[in-house]
């Protein structure tokens, strides 16, 4: 299928034909299926998207009406016309109580829903290595030179608020009205608010108010410092596996750059999905990227499932991912036929078996329910079930090797629900944490940081 064509499908907001979709499944790489099976599971959950903070992916997503949201200064003054929000109290105040002076606390509420893109990813992590590849690519169209080596130093300089700027004026101009600010993370969840003058912005003050810590000095100040960078830790923690919930992502609107659609991405891409880069998509890529994103914003008869896919991946992770890793580890036919049997019970009797698994979630969607988004959604979710199903199956009927192939299987889903950091003290309150979370750890070295940490508040005293 033809790029031009894809987009004219897009564009008209009409299904791919059954046709279309068996060859879009021939030119979608296995490997990429299941990159976007995992950026899918992992929207707006900060585990997966700390192991990965390069993103690929956006998504256009509602924030409720009556959402609190925070934003925390140096003065009572006015907020400018475009500025963050954080979701979470604490990393609101982390940002500025660290700092000398007071701090003031813009508490707000949302008066109704409101539109917004989400990027994946640490997409708020201003550093060197990828972070910030989507967000120039969708702003420029392509990867500044001084930003393809990893190790060039002004990548992390470039003005948060000209990007904030810019971003808002896509809104303003491709949006139609429609998009109102931007969501990202870093150590935690913000949202870029793209207009704080309008009267009809969407959202109303609820309080101003000096929070300044008190210490036992007759001064405010310093003596948190250290305690804030704990605290936004720990509230990004609660957002680590569950999913951030004032946020409502629209699954028939989620764009990933790695469609088979957007030729200039590799499709033969490692395992190691945190060292990938956006640094070889062409401008057209990029171009039609966003083409297919403000057109689908304005779409109001485009086609959607309303099948919560995220809820979907979920349930697979739960359902065969201790199984796998169990797989994995025993050592007689026995166990092995028995953990192989448990995962695909529901499919047995006759034959078949392998496709029934393969469609358990999707069987009675027809092209005609689904977004053009969806259809990759739908090839990603089969094709991990064939994978996992295929192995289960071979397992149970057959003698394999089962502890070899179950390892590579792992290595093909790379789920990180396979890695944690064992029993955490908590009584000594400490996190169980999956990487050097900018900004609170981000003089950290990104290279050296290896798999799951168990920390605590000395780690944000040293490197804070």
């Given at each position: ?29 296995d ?17 997966p ?6 993103g ?110 810019e ?36 959202l ?11 210490s036992s ?82 779409a ?21 991912g ?5 797989l ?39 092209d ?42 792992m ?54």
């Amino acid at each position: 299928m033809s790029l031009l064509l894809f987009l004219l499908l897009c564009f008209a907001h009409i299904a791919l034909s059954s046709s279309s979709q068996s060859l879009l499944h021939h030119l979608t790489s296995d490997r990429n299926l299941s990159f976007i099976f995992t950026s899918l599971h992992g929207l707006l959950r900060q585990l997966p998207n700390t192991l990965s903070p390069n993103g690929f992916s956006l998504a256009v997503g509602t924030i409720p009406a009556y959402t609190i949201l925070y934003h925390a200064r140096k003065d009572a003054g006015a907020i400018p016309r475009i500025d963050w929000l954080a979701f979470d109290a604490e990393m609101s105040y982390g940002i500025m109580g660290g700092q000398h002076g007071d701090t003031w606390l813009h508490t707000f509420a949302t008066t109704r829903s409101v539109k917004v893109l989400v990027f994946d990813g640490m997409s708020a992590a201003i550093r060197t290595g990828g972070t910030l590849d989507s967000q120039m690519l969708f702003l420029y169209g392509e990867i500044p030179d001084e930003a393809r080596n990893a190790g060039e130093p002004e990548w992390s300089d470039k003005p948060e608020f000209q990007r904030a700027a810019e971003l808002c004026a896509w809104a303003q101009e491709h949006g139609g009205g429609e998009i109102e600010g931007f969501v990202r993370m870093n150590t935690g969840f913000e949202v870029l608010w793209c207009d704080f003058e309008t009267l009809d912005s969407g959202l109303k003050l609820v309080s101003k108010l000096n929070v300044t810590a008190l210490s036992s000095l007759p001064r405010r100040g310093l003596p948190w410092a250290n305690a804030a960078g704990w605290e936004w830790i720990r509230s990004a923690a609660w957002h680590f596996t569950a999913p951030e919930q004032r946020v409502i992502p629209d699954y028939c609107r989620f764009f990933t750059f790695y469609d088979p659609a957007f030729v200039s991405f590799p499709s033969n891409l490692t395992t190691r999905k945190n060292l990938h880069r956006l640094t070889g998509v062409t401008k057209s890529d990029a171009t039609a990227f966003k083409t297919q994103i403000a057109q689908s914003i304005h779409a109001i008869t485009m086609p959607c499932s309303g099948l919560d896919w995220r809820r979907v991946t979920q349930d697979i992770m739960d359902r065969y991912g201790a199984r796998i890793h169990e797989l994995s580890l025993v050592s007689t036919v026995e166990r092995a036929r028995e953990i192989a049997f448990a995962g695909v019970m529901p499919f047995l009797g006759e034959r078949g078996e392998q496709e029934r698994c393969r469609s358990a979630y999707t069987k009675f969607l027809t092209d005609e329910m689904l977004s053009p988004q969806e259809h990759l959604l739908k090839d990603s979710v089969e094709i991990v079930l064939e994978r996992i199903c295929g192995l289960f199956l071979e397992v149970y009927f057959d003698d394999v090797r089962w502890r070899e192939k179950a390892r590579e299987l792992m290595m093909w889903l790379d789920w990180g629900v396979w890695r944690s950091c064992g029993r955490c003290n908590e009584k000594e309150g400490e996190v169980c944490v999956p990487g050097p979370m900018w900004p609170v750890l981000g003089l950290m070295d990104w290279e050296e940081w290896e798999g799951m940490r168990c920390v605590n508040r000395s780690i944000v005293e040293r490197h804070g």
